[in-house]
Structure formats: C-alpha cells, structure tokens
C-alpha cells in the first residue's frame, strides 16, 4: 500500500492489526479491521489470547460484508506472525484479496490501524479502571458500535462512518 491511505470508495482498501489491553493480570486481544475509506470497523474479534483463530474468524466475518461485484480489495497489515501464516495468505487468495504488509520495524505503515487503537485506548479504555475482562468486552463492543454509528469525524463531513458510507451510497 506504500503509505497510501486513502480509499475513494467502500470496500477498496482495508487495515489490519491486533492490540492489546491488561485488566490486573489478565489480558484482552483486540483484531478489527477498518475501511480506509470512511474508517468504519468493518469487523472484529476479542479474545484472552492471541491466537490464529480470532484472526480468521474476524476476516471470514469481514469478507461476508464485501458486494459482489467488488474487485481488488487490499487488505493491509504489519509483518505479525498470523498475517505471514499460509492459512491466513490462503484465506485472502480464496476471496481474490490483495495482500499489503509494512515494511519490518516501520511502525508508520499501519499508521491508520495504529491511530483508530490510539483513539479507543484514550476515550475508553484510559478513562476508567477496569475490574474484569468481562465488563472490558462489553464496552468495548459498545464502543465500536458507537465509533461506528455515531461519532462524527470532520474528514467525514461531520458524519459518522456508516452514515458516510450511506450517504455515498446514494449518490
């Protein structure tokens, strides 16, 4: 993807990562993916561990959302151990997904991805001390759903995500 970020239409162009977050001992793995168009979440999954699974459950959830008659999506990411396995490449071949990796160590490559866990981190997760990974999971569920479907961003011409994507849709 080279540092181009920009997406002129829905379903173009996508980003990929996981963070994590720590609640005492414990630990929570967030993996979503976002439209680089409108920065919608298109699709996410939470878990204790980082594992393959949660990957390949959130892309196989993500690729049902694509139209048909889409041609030549990118998916882009890090150089992390699930994006280098060949269940995960194979994956995006089955669904003809173009596959875009950072460069090693170069952390501005995801900078999109990077900057929506930036975001969450700072207006939830810091906010507040967490007492279980359960109440974690559902705040952030809530959240997204909100960064989604109601917190407008002036590049989007005060727009939510979704309501961009519809507006664009119209005309």
Not at 29 to 56: A, C, H, M, W
Not at 80 to 92: E, F, N, R
Request: hydrophobic residues 35%; charged residues 25%.
């Amino acid at each position: 993807m080279q540092r181009n970020f920009r997406a002129d239409r829905p379903f173009q162009k996508w980003a990929t990562d996981v963070t994590e977050f720590k609640v005492g001992v414990q630990k929570l793995y967030l993996s979503p993916i976002i439209d680089l168009f409108n920065g919608e979440i298109i699709s996410y999954k939470l878990s204790e561990r980082p594992n393959f699974k949660q990957v390949t459950e959130m892309i196989k959830e993500a690729f049902i959302r694509i139209p048909k008659q889409q041609t030549a999506l990118i998916l882009h990411s890090d150089q992390g151990w699930q994006y280098q396995m060949k269940a995960y490449q194979k994956l995006l071949q089955e669904k003809a997904v173009i596959q875009s990796m950072s460069r090693k160590g170069n952390c501005l490559d995801n900078a999109v991805i990077e900057n929506f866990f930036g975001t969450i981190k700072s207006e939830l997760f810091y906010l507040k001390k967490y007492q279980t990974i359960e109440e974690l999971k559902m705040e952030i569920k809530s959240y997204i759903s909100y960064y989604n479907n109601d917190r407008i961003r002036l590049n989007l011409k005060g727009m939510s995500p979704v309501k961009y994507r519809t507006q664009m849709w119209k005309n």
